[in-house]
């Protein structure tokens, strides 16, 4: 069965339409471009929220960047005063060490100068007293009997009294 052209259905047709057009425009179609562009807002805002969350991840990252970059030259400024501090220890360090090294090196010579100016000093008091026994011993041998020492003596005498003239 084929359908036939009338107008009659035509016009019922369109007067459907328009019926259902009028009132789906009255009772719809505000409630659902409304719940539309309530939508599109809704989107809208979640992509502008999205945008403002990309620029703030993105201003962050700038300033963890930055934060990195301090917190290295920071790091490498504590380094080096570090290395600074220590090679001025050692430093430091050495000199006492040099110093305390020449103070004890001069104390040991003058010490060993002090042992010595003694040990010669010991010497000479050595040397006096052997030289005294020596003379004592010779002088008793030769001056064992009276003849001898008076010869001695005369001597003696004569000796002084050329000097005192």
Known sequence: MLIEFSYGLIFWMTVSFLTVLFILGKF?????????SERERTIEDALSEAKKARAEIASMKASNEELMRAAREERETLLKEARDVRDREIADAKNKAKAEADALLARARADIQNEKKAAMAEIKILVGDLSVQIAEQVLREKLGNDAAQRALVDRLLKDAEARMQ
């Open 28 to 36: 719809a179609w505000k409630p659902i471009l409304g719940a539309l």
